[in-house]
């Protein structure tokens, strides 16, 4: 989401852009990348991350050493929510992606980074699309928020809205935090299966963090190319899923469509301000960006 894909189907690939996973072919060294990523990740998230996250790694066996196999990944999501896990070339486009959700099928990139490049990533790997979002997967109430925006997805592309319906994605499933009593955890698949943003995400007082309001994050931009400049924090996975279903889009698209976009580090009136960021990250990040 949010970067263009590429414009014509991969050869080899499906119509729906999905290709075997060819398990087998994974080298050693490949499942090994795998294993460190996992041991490093699993420890640095005990109690940062919301418990249906290491739920769903249980549930789902994941903590098995080695790249997981897509079919017997799926089996058992499948007995746990009707989800399943699809391999694909790379991005797909918005449509394809919609429709997978849709239909509840979470598509996955089938290349893992390399060993020399742990914190790299210019297009989503393995690691990323299934430790990252997966484990979500098996709790039925993310999984049933992932299937809706799946849905609205189609209706956001009839009307011209992907860009606006893009950032809920991006402030959610990729980079949400949630509230739990007085703490905020993880939950955002781009913060877990990230070390260094797991750390910042909770822990740096840089980035604003703001009470989550589905119209206010629909109008903010956000940034690809590096840790977050602001985070939004949603009250529960319930509450998350009630709004998306009870809101009438048609007429939240109306209004964004009259309302300027928000800056990556604007604040409102209206804004739920759990902690206002120093944005101190950031600034250093502008002074090293080459003139
Ligand atoms: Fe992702």
Known sequence: MGRAPPLARPEGAAQDWTIDQDWGRFTAEEHATWDRLYDRQSRLLRGRVTPEFPNGLEALHLSKPGIPNFEQLSERLMKA???????VPG???DEIFFDHLANRRFVSGNFIRSAADMDYLEEPDIFHDVFGHVPLLADPVFADYMQAYGEGGGRAASLGMIRNLARLYWYTVEFGLVRSGDALKLFGAGIVSSHGESLFALDDPSPNRIGFDL????RTDYRIDDYQQTYFVIDSFDDLLEQTLNTDFGPLYERLRGLPDLA???ITPADRVIHLGSQAYARTRMRQAPA
């Open 264 to 266: 990556i580090t604007d």
């Open 81 to 87: 929510t009707g989800w399943r896990v699809v391999a």
């Open 91 to 93: 991005l797909v486009p």
């Open 215 to 218: 119209e206010r994050v629909m």
